[in-house]
């Protein structure tokens, strides 16, 4: 009776937290155990997961060909799915910043400047100042949904890619 011991390849893999079930189960379907979970360097949204595969698989070259295949849609999903919480930020920041640096010009003329003209401007400028910061919100919302609806078909053409790689 021979005596066979089963050599194993071991890799960790850094991921947010949210995205955990999806990593491994794409990597469970390319032979990939999961041995455990951890946290990664003292932050709440990222973990580590750590797998084992069978160093003697069938197929082993193809199976890492389709795992870099397989990494390179998880990072696209990732990237698509961060760019979807990130929508229309940046838009509304600069909005607000306008807006309060124009009531803020106004309200500097109301305190600083004497005479009528500038009093009656300086509350001008604030009530513009203070519709523009107001307008952000509004505006965020809009410029958040032509963007989710031009990344949620790229998102989903991505799990449909993934998908088909796990069947693979």
């Known amino acids: 009776m021979e005596n066979h011991k089963t050599v194993y390849d071991y890799k960790t893999v850094r991921v ?3 995205a955990e079930a999806m990593l491994t189960d794409a990597y469970e379907a390319l032979g990939w155990e999961t041995t455990g979970t951890t946290m990664a ?3 709440l ?4 997961v ?3 595969r069978a160093r003697r698989t069938a197929g082993r070259a193809a199976l890492l060909r389709m795992q870099e295949r397989m990494d390179g849609v998880l990072a696209e999903i990732q990237k698509l799915q961060d ?3 990130r929508a229309g930020t940046p838009s509304a920041v600069l909005i607000g910043i306008a807006g ?3 009531f803020g010009g106004g309200l500097s003329m109301v305190l600083r400047l004497s005479g009528t003209g500038f009093l009656i401007g300086g509350i001008a400028l604030c009530l513009a100042g203070a519709a523009v910061a107001l307008a952000a919100y509004p505006l965020y919302r809009l410029i958040q949904k032509k963007r989710l609806a031009a990344l949620d078909p790229r998102l989903d053409d991505a799990f449909e890619r993934l998908s088909a790689l796990c069947e693979e």
């Open 83 to 85: 760019a979807k919480r």
């Open 100 to 102: 309060t640096l124009t």
């Open 45 to 48: 949204n990222r973990v580590n």
């Open 50 to 52: 750590t797998f084992k």
């Open 16 to 18: 947010k937290r949210e």
């Open 41 to 43: 360097d003292a932050t």
